[in-house]
């Protein structure tokens, strides 16, 4: 079984960027296909982007593609979210997750972490 940690969230001005991470114990991060998530107050959890166990596939929510992206470093047992130009509709909590199946459906993924909150001001 694997913990997920994540951190790195906090205010940002929209138009800025800032990078969360995720940092997994008890097994390598390698066995695992990621993916992150966020939720905003009052929504469900809404897909972000996602990335192979290998790092060949990775794909993105098309209201974050461009600005995105979800590097990963099995080495270091983590995967960041580097994420650009903010905008004011980005905010929520910021979810990974890690699972045996390469998926947008959070459903999909048994392991979470706490999350991280983003906030974006105008």
């Known amino acids: 079984q694997v913990q997920l940690v994540e951190s790195g969230g906090g205010l940002v001005q929209a138009g800025g960027s800032l990078r969360v991470s995720c940092v997994a114990s008890g097994r390598t991060l390698s066995s695992y296909n990621m993916a992150w998530f966020r939720q905003a107050p009052g929504k469900g959890r809404e897909f972000v982007a996602r990335?192979?166990?290998?790092?060949?596939?990775?794909s993105y929510a098309d209201t974050v593609k461009g600005r995105f992206t979800i590097p990963r470093h099995n080495a270091e047992n983590k995967v960041h979210l580097q994420m650009n130009n903010l905008k004011p509709e980005d905010p929520g909590v910021y979810y990974c997750?890690?699972?045996?199946?390469?998926?947008?459906?959070?459903?999909?993924?048994?392991?979470w972490g706490q999350g991280t909150q983003v906030t974006v001001s105008s």
């Open positions: 990335i192979s166990a290998s790092a060949i596939i990775t």
């Open positions: 997750a890690a699972g045996p199946v390469i998926a947008i459906d959070p459903q999909m993924y048994p392991y």
